[in-house]
């Protein structure tokens, strides 16, 4: 979903938090099922992920039925979850053209390999402003992983150390980011932050996650409006099921709604370096202007993203959006990416094509789903041990040693 996949928003408040739009759905997510107001932080220290040294085999030969691709996956959680929660993670906005161009336009590159270069087995880790991962596939921001699965994003954060990658916990998740960094007290976690208009509020959310050792801010910056998606019109999934809440937007005894406003701008973004030293990447930029921009606003980072066709439905696809990103920034920060990064192959091609890693949303949700924690160290580490078979096919070293010229484009 990028996003995130990306599922990572309820229904929410388009302008002011006690405004409400006739054709916006309420967003009143009920409390926890004992009624609890419990502190949401649970200060960690995080430490650095362990290095996998080798990438475990993702299919268990124990069970054969296991799911060995992500589509077999995604089959197994469309199995288990209830019909309005599995469109809530699949679907997007209007038409959804967005969600099948991000997948269609990897279909679209080649890879183009080299021979006889002596590369030995290839290194598959990256370094980035929030941390080291064994490989170049992040955990994206996803919302209400509880509805996957009873353990929620605690189980995702289990899975992302184990393997050694980073995740980004949502804002809109269904466990508080520091109870996911206490679950988990060896992964690297970062967090998604939308810009709340009450700076108070949003300043209490950064302290949170400053508290839970996140080590950056993704702040997603494509979201003036919520998106209109025909899918969950169609069920009518407008809240959580009793028992769960988005548990950062706790303040006091209530559940805040999350308030996406048009007028959120490059000075919330000016208020909020001021405001804390965690380095912070945009999500959701897809114009060349905007990342000049963000330059001069001194992020730490970009990621190129749709919002996995959440938001505004015909946006070009996420790695269509890359290459002239990436050109713009030349090098001053890591391009990241998100959006239709089903297989191996396709980290490859994002990162050949100047991507500094990519997140996967919706793959993570199937495994998670299907299995668990279990489920999402499988897909987690299926990605990688593609993104290392392909590297040896392809003669490289490292990840590193990708460049423009391994890629090619058909007119398909």
């Not at 998106?227 to 006091?252: S, T, V, Y």
Request: some cysteine; hydrophobic content about 40%.
């Amino acid at each position: 979903m990028a996003d995130d996949p990306f599922p990572h928003v309820p229904d929410v408040v388009p302008h002011a938090a006690d405004a409400r739009a006739p054709d916006v759905a309420d967003e009143r997510l009920p409390p926890l099922a004992d009624g609890s107001t419990r502190s949401t932080v649970t200060p960690t220290t995080p430490t650095t992920p362990t290095t996998p040294t080798t990438p475990t085999d993702p299919a268990d030969p124990a069970d054969p039925a296991a799911p060995w691709t992500p589509r077999e996956f995604e089959a197994a959680a469309r199995a288990r979850l209830a019909p309005e929660h599995y469109d809530y993670f699949a679907g997007g906005a209007g038409d959804e053209v967005t969600v099948r161009a991000n997948e269609a336009a990897f279909d679209r590159l080649s890879l183009v390999p080299r021979v006889l270069r002596g590369a030995g087995r290839p290194r598959t880790d990256v370094t980035l402003p929030g941390g080291r991962a064994a490989m170049p596939v992040l955990v994206a921001p996803t919302a209400f992983h509880r509805l996957a699965d009873p353990e929620g994003e605690r189980a995702t954060a289990r899975a992302a150390a184990r393997t050694g990658t980073i995740m980004i916990v949502s804002m809109a998740s269904t466990v508080a980011v520091g109870e996911v960094a206490a679950a988990a007290p060896e992964a690297t976690l970062w967090f998604q932050l939308y810009v709340q208009p009450d700076m108070a509020f949003t300043e209490t959310l950064v302290r949170r996650a400053e508290a839970a050792g996140c080590r950056a801010l993704v702040v997603t910056v494509d979201s003036p409006a919520r998106g209109l998606r025909d899918r969950e019109r169609q069920h009518g999934f407008h809240d959580l099921p009793e028992g769960m809440a988005c548990e950062n937007l706790r303040d006091g005894g209530r559940v805040r709604p999350i308030v996406m406003s048009p007028e959120i701008s490059w000075e919330h973004i000016d208020r909020l370096r001021e405001m804390t030293a965690l380095p912070i990447v945009l999500k959701g930029v897809a114009h060349p202007a905007d990342a000049r921009l963000a330059l001069d606003h001194g992020v730490s980072g970009l990621m190129v993203s749709n919002h996995g066709g959440r938001q505004l439905d015909t946006i070009p696809a996420a790695v269509d959006l890359l290459p002239e990103i990436v050109a713009t920034v030349g090098g001053a920060v890591p391009v990241l990416m998100d959006g239709g990064v089903r297989r191996g192959t396709d980290v490859l091609k994002a990162m050949a094509l100047g991507a500094g890693a990519v997140a996967v949303g919706r793959p993570v949700i199937w495994g998670l789903a299907a299995d668990g924690e279990r489920g999402v160290t499988r897909v987690l580490d299926l990605l990688r041990s593609e993104v290392e078979h392909a590297l040896t096919l392809c003669g490289c070293a490292s990840v590193h040693d990708l460049d423009p010229g391994m890629v090619r484009r058909s007119c398909r």
